[in-house]
Nanobody, 114 residues
Framework: QVVLRESGGGLVQSGGSLRLSCEAS????????MGWYRQVPGKERELVAE???????NYAEFVKGRFTISRDPARRTTYLQMNSLTLEDTARYFC????????WGRGTQVTVSS
């Protein structure tokens, strides 16, 4: 059973930073594309960043230069370093993998205050 468990969300002031973590289990981490999505109420879930194993990252335009996705195979963990956060980054952030059709974590809330 594939399980993705996110952590690291919270409340941060505008301009601040957070690092999200996604610990994966039940999959071959080295084969999986890992990604981060976000969603606000009333809107569709949108891609933030994704990273294939051994490949190059793909970022949404609105986070380029501010967010960095990385992965640690030894820990089966994918990270999202978020810097220069703005009010518009407030959302629930979800971890995703495309492994065997795709799985989602439950998400972690990020709230940016002014």
């Amino acid at each position: 059973q594939v399980v993705l468990r996110e952590s690291g969300g919270g409340l941060v002031q505008s301009g601040g930073s957070l690092r999200l973590s996604c610990e994966a289990s039940g999959l071959n981490f080295r084969l999986a594309v890992m990604g981060w999505y976000r969603q606000v109420p009333g809107k569709e879930r949108e891609l933030v960043a994704e990273l294939p194993s051994g490949g190059s990252p793909n970022y949404a335009e609105f986070v380029k230069g501010r967010f960095t996705i990385s992965r640690d195979p030894a820990r089966r963990t994918t990270y999202l370093q978020m810097n220069s956060l703005t009010l518009e980054d407030t959302a629930r952030y979800f971890c995703h993998t495309d492994y065997r059709g795709g799985f989602w974590g439950r998400g972690t809330q990020v709230t940016v205050s002014s």
